[in-house]
């Protein structure tokens, strides 16, 4: 028998995690000598007050769907894939080569190619990582941290000296050909007559994030081999038992992972800035991790705290904006949230798990 | 409840009048919402060997473990020799005279005997001083409780045997009146067991007091002065040995009758479906584990590996299973096994007819975290009975799994509930539903009823049994010999990597298969 209901486990839990966070963030502000509860507010505001912000926070939460399901995925099989940010850069060297390569006559042409290219290029880079785990041992952690600054070393170099347009000072591609900017939320809801700011980078890379999340979930928990990825992860003993190969499991997971990953690309790099330039994944691959933790590795999960971390990130940027607080300060409470509702998460789970204890006692005490 | 005998088990050479040597008064310990240990009340007499016996999870270890201060109790209170004692942790336990033999043996394998038993318990900070003291008096302890030991053996060169007598002398050493064996005789041959036993009546006979732990009957009944039942956390009975049976205590352990003896009919054997020969395997450590094993099992027969555990069953098992690579040849139904290539595997096992109930079902046999259902169906994932194309059939794989609950009687019939969720017993019952419902040509099994409570013994043996009957082929190995003597049609003992003979089971006895066990064979007589 669970010592909590499953709502209480997915739902309350992380949901005074947060609370946490967010009291000790207000007593940071405070101690900073300004108002926390008009801070809140400016967030609020700023991330879903108008259409503009809630462009900005849906964009940035579709970066970190794609990136906290690749986490999700490899975290099923037992893997700390922290190699996102690396994975996710070479995606979009995948994506801007695509677009670069033809003159596209049409978005829906270009973005599934992009899509190809952007999963082909973050699946290769995990796929080294995963190869020596799987054969040689060597720990997925350490090879895909490596492995996240080779990408940018490698991004730098091929901005530099192969993508850069001749006579250029600047370290980033040429921009991508029209016939492959992608729709933004404001041109497909404007099909429906319904009005959204123009301004805001999300577009269709949205949609494909929340398909992602279904077909996500359908791997993990309706096919033969998400069954297997989640028995070797829970057991590799059990898993050589039935048959299972993990060399086949730790290979096949990190692709998966890494191409979550690299699609993220057709969102930043293909939909906002439409093309290539330097450190453009912006550390979404690492808050991917966080999103995941407080997502329980579930697409649902995954969704909602990608959502919770593009309010952050938007509201934060608003905060700076208007009311002289520090940039650095954003960074402060987004870390307090990603300590207490991923690293510090038994410290909520245990006394909550032992209240629930002490109320069934009683009433059965009561009986 | 049992009417409790005289509860101060009295032993002969004790002084009447003389406090008990362990007094537990209402002693309640609870993990979460489980009540390990509920109001439980002991006294053993000093000079006894009293026996605790219950099945796997009744809380003996909990209690023992409250004891020796690995755990503190949530009520109730120790007394030793009279004395109230608080024991918060195992230092305080071995000040207060207490010593414990664990399960599995906590020496280091590359010190000596000598290192082993002064590690902890070293008087100042230069070794040189303590270990010629140690020296003499652990030599002093040996002969007086004559348990020969080298004192300059490494542990990993010695026997379990010796290593199990170290243990004892490191309790001896640090001065222990009480002495409590958690499941002492798991990793013994019977021979090596009689000597324990005779150890701990020459203990005995010393004046110390023992408290001795098991779900072996046998072993109650041999050696102990008085015995206490535990069932589901709760004291039962307390008992004088010379006054009850092994029916008795069963029935105290279980709640009812139990079936000590396997009933069932001989063995209508058929064709040969397995045929091993010169199966050998080589470990990581390059130590060969089977040194070329053959043998033959036939439709509807069971033929059971004896053994200490440790002497290769485990690689025979995982062999045929498709776990571990080895060399030789393995023919099913007269097709040769592919035993080292790319798809020499669990899969392809299942795939010949080959079922497998691993030795280690928590390890092995389930994913703990997985539901009932999903145990069902893992190993088989595969299958398209399972699958509706790309994707696996959920809905129809929790109808089969309810079917298969009921007919293994696994007990809450809840297919959503994690494997972790149900006893031992009824984990076992899961493994044994999908891997026997496959209808397999050839079963092997491992160890199926270990931490199993008697009530389910009874039932996976009647399964087996009733495999064996339906004309399949069943290897089982078990360290537990009663259970190989009773299900068994003939029996094969390995030692060493080997098998050493193969007899049946109403032409020998335990003394005989102890020896074989031991790697005596007959031409060399007894040692």
Known sequence: MDVMPKWADVVLVPLISLLLAFAISALVILGIGKDPVEAVKLMVTGAFGSTYGWGYTLFYATNFIFTGLAFAVASHASLFNIGSEGQATLGGLGVALVCLALPWPHWALALPAAMIGGALFGAAWAFLPAWLQAKRGSHIVITTIMFNFIGAAVLNYMLVNVLRPEGSQDPASANFPPGTNLPTLHEILGVFGIPFSKAAPVNVSFLIALLACVLVWLLIWRTRFGFELRAFGKSESAAVYAGISPARIIIVAMLISGGLSGLMAINNVMGEAERLVLNSVEGAGFIGIAVALMGRNHPVGVALAALLFGFLYQGGAELALWMSIPRELIVVIQGLVILFTGALDNMVRMPIEKLFLAMRRSAKAGE | ?527
Request: proline fraction near 4%.
């Open chain 2, 1 to 527: 409840m049992k009417d409790l005998a005289d509860n101060s088990g009295q032993p002969s050479g004790a002084m009447p009048d003389a406090p008990p040597a362990i007094e537990l008064r209402g002693i309640s310990k609870a993990f979460g919402p489980v009540q390990a240990n509920k109001d439980i009340s002991l006294s053993v007499a000093k000079g006894a060997i009293h026996g605790i016996i219950g099945e796997n999870g009744a809380g003996k270890s909990t209690l023992m473990s409250i004891l020796y201060g690995f755990y503190k109790a949530d009520a109730g209170e120790i007394l030793i020799n009279g004395a109230p004692t608080d024991i918060p942790d195992s230092q305080a336990a071995i000040a207060a005279g207490i010593g414990m033999v664990f399960q599995h043996f906590k020496l280091v394998e590359n010190f000596s005997v000598l290192e082993n038993v002064v590690l902890g318990a070293e008087d100042g900070a230069l070794l040189r001083t303590t270990m010629s003291k140690a020296r003499k008096h652990l030599t002093e302890i040996a002969e007086e409780y004559e348990m020969n030991v080298d004192p300059d053996a490494l542990i990993e060169e010695i026997g379990v045997g010796m290593q199990q007598r170290v243990e004892i002398l490191k309790s001896l050493y640090r001065h222990a009146d009480i002495l409590i064996l958690d499941e002492p005789t798991g990793v013994l041959t019977p021979a090596e067991a009689d000597h324990l036993f005779r150890i701990l009546r020459g203990l005995k006979d010393e004046g110390k007091t023992i408290i001795l732990i098991t779900h072996k009957l046998r072993e109650i009944m041999e050696v102990t002065d008085t015995v206490s039942v535990m069932r589901r956390g709760e004291m039962t009975a307390t008992v004088k040995t010379a006054e009850t049976s092994p029916e008795e205590l069963a029935e105290l352990m279980v709640g009812r009758k139990v079936l000590l003896r396997v009933d069932k009919k001989p063995a209508q054997p058929g064709e040969t479906i397995l045929k091993v020969s010169d199966l050998r395997v080589v470990d990581d450590d390059n130590v060969e584990r089977l040194k070329g094993v053959s043998l033959q099992v036939r439709a509807g027969e069971i033929l059971g590996i004896a053994g200490v555990a440790g002497n290769g069953q485990s690689e025979l098992l995982n062999v045929l299973g498709g776990i571990t690579r080895a060399t030789g040849s393995v023919q099913v139904n007269g097709q040769e096994i592919d035993l080292t290539g790319k798809h020499s595997d669990g899969r392809s096992r299942r795939e010949r007819g080959i079922s497998h109930v691993p030795e280690d079902r928590q390890r092995a046999g389930l994913i703990m975290d997985f539901s009932a259902w999903e145990n069902i169906v893992f190993g088989y994932q595969w299958d398209p009975a399972c699958n509706n194309g790309m994707l696996m059939d959920n809905d129809g794989i929790r109808r089969e799994t309810a079917g298969k609950m009921e007919r293994f009687d696994v007990r809450p019939p809840d297919c959503y509930l994690a494997a972790k969720s149900f006893s031992g017993g009824n984990q076992q019952k899961i493994v044994l539903a999908r891997e026997i419902e496959r209808n397999p040509d050839l079963l092997l099994v491992g160890q199926p009823t270990r931490g199993v409570d008697i009530g389910a013994i009874e039932f996976i043996h009647q399964r087996i049994i009733e495999l064996r009957d339906a004309g399949k082929a069943i290897l089982l190995v078990s360290v537990e010999l009663d259970e190989i003597m009773g299900l068994s049609d003939r029996i094969a003992v390995m030692f060493d990597g080997r098998i050493m003979g193969e007899r049946l089971p109403g032409e020998t006895d335990e003394r005989e298969l102890g020896l074989l066990m031991a790697g005596v064979t007959s031409g060399e007589g007894a040692a």
